[in-house]
């Protein structure tokens, strides 16, 4: 059933680019564990050991503060559609924003998002796959349209303001 592995084989990757959405886990080393759900195209492999992802605006920025002192990730994909299977992803992570030459460095591999507030790439060393057996079907319909029509009304500006209104302190009180 289970396997524990050291990389993304070909296979994985494949897997991976079909998902519509994957699971984010991390935790300081004390407070609450977040995990949140991503999707829109975020998501990419460098190579079998490194992964990048776009961390769009949203109503929290939990990664952010727990980044800060503990790079320790999770991610997760999860099979809703034909042939159970559930993956996931260990490693630790780095944080980058638009004024860091990394975050330069990775943003060509997106679409342009107005609300695009961080680039975070993870150096991947040990990836699990699970049976996935009592996951439910469920049918990708389409991606939903809010978070892009919200940021465009923002606008840049706007933006910034809402990251410095409701996006620089987590849940557990610390500064982000």
Known sequence: MGKMLVEITKSLKTFIENQKMFFVG?????GSVN?????MDTFRIINSNKIVWLNLTGSGNETAAHLQENNRMTILFCSFEEKPLILRLYGNASIYHESDSEYK??????SKHIGAR????????????????????MEF???RSQLT????????DGIQQYWKDKNSMSIDGYDI
Not at 35 to 39: N, T
Not at 118 to 137: D, H, R, W
């Open 105 to 110: 460095e990775h943003i060509s591999l997106f």
């Open 149 to 156: 029509s919200w940021s465009k009304k923002k606008g840049k």
């Open 26 to 30: 991390t935790a300081r080393n004390e």
């Open 141 to 143: 319909k389409e991606e």
């Open 35 to 39: 995990i949140s759900p991503k999707g």
């Open 118 to 137: 961080q680039i975070i790439t993870m150096e991947v060393n040990a990836v699990q796959t699970s049976c996935g057996f009592a996951v439910p079907f």
